[in-house]
């Protein structure tokens, strides 16, 4: 919680105030004193969320599920914590205090652990790594039968599964920032480190009508003046549930950390529509 407090850039006082606290309970419950309903306060401040845990939409629903998923009854916890049965109890119903949930937990769900935040960038290895990700066959094959056959992929790699006419390689003094785009569908996964200028890029590529349709993939970064003045007025959004599972050098699948989106342009209804049909997710509708 301290850690999730400070990459939040609050220190205790801040937190506090935000949620009608005194400074002292923030200060108890960072040395695991205080109530379970305090903590999850807090916990849902830092939006500190739990995995290894189980479904459910409350911590002492998921509390409840995960025993009886592992079939054991009050009393048996009970003899396994050391807790009391009534102790238990309360906490599946929300209550009790930090102390005797992480007890519970110990016993209960040993592998709980904070679920790795939201970011929206590849977090481990050098910019080049990092950009070296490429996009699946099975989620292309929703782009081919929603959008047609790619024409051009401007930021390629010869690694890369995506199928394109034309595919414009750094590895053979290709740059997709400089040269000339062409034909009728663009394929844009570009290197995530340099987002805005990739879809500047693509934008201006379209513009220009090098390119008639253009389905770019990208994290969900929205919040640029330019993205919402400028790209915005001609892009269809399409907000993926999910994450993709993209493929490293090494051909090993890793999973985005960030959620990721279409950025379409020049796409017609048909497409859009079919597109949806084929995966989970939705168009953003324009007012
Ligand atoms: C995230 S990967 C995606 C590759 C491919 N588009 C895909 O979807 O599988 C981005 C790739 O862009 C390429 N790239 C980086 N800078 C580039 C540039 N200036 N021109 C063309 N390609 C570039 C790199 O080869 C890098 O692997």
Redesign the pocket.
Same mark, same amino acid.
């Given at each position: 919680m301290r850690l999730a407090r400070r990459s939040a850039g609050l220190s205790q006082q801040e937190l506090a105030d935000q949620l009608g606290l005194t400074v002292q309970v923030i200060h108890r419950l960072e040395a695991g004193i205080g109530s379970v309903s305090t903590l999850l306060m807090v916990m849902a401040a830092l939006e500190f969320r739990l995995s290894g845990l189980g479904p459910g939409t409350t911590l002492a629903e998921r509390l409840r599920r995960v025993r009886e998923k592992r079939g054991l009854s009050l009393e048996e916890l009970s003899r396994r914590t050391g807790l009391s049965r009534t102790t238990i109890a309360g906490l599946e119903r929300g209550g009790g205090t930090v102390k005797s949930l992480q007890r519970l937990l110990a016993v209960l769900a040993p592998k709980v652990r904070r679920q790795a935040p939201e970011r929206s960038y590849w977090g481990k290895g050098d910019k080049i790594d990092r950009? &070296?990700?490429?996009?699946p066959p099975d989620f292309m094959a929703s782009i081919y039968d929603a959008f047609g056959e790619i024409d051009i992929?401007?930021? &390629?790699?010869e690694l &890369?599964?995506?199928v394109a006419r034309r595919r414009?390689?750094?590895s053979e003094g290709?740059?997709?920032?400089a040269d000339d785009w062409s034909g009728r569908l663009a394929f844009v996964?570009?290197?995530?480190s340099e987002l805005l200028k990739w879809l500047k890029r693509t934008h201006e590529q379209w513009k220009a009508g090098n390119v008639e349709t253009v389905v770019c993939?990208v994290p969900i970064r929205t919040d640029s003046p330019w993205f919402q003045q400028v790209l915005s007025v001609d892009a269809d959004l399409f907000l993926l549930q999910g994450r993709v599972r993209f493929l490293d050098p090494r051909g090993k699948g890793q999973h985005t950390p960030f959620s990721l989106m279409l950025v379409a342009l020049g796409t017609s209804p048909e497409q859009r529509k079919r597109y949806a049909e084929l995966v989970s997710g939705y168009w953003v509708k324009r007012s």
């Open positions: 950009d &070296s990700r490429f996009t992929d401007p930021c &390629s790699n &890369s599964p995506v414009i390689l750094p290709g740059d997709g920032l996964n570009p290197p995530y993939l």
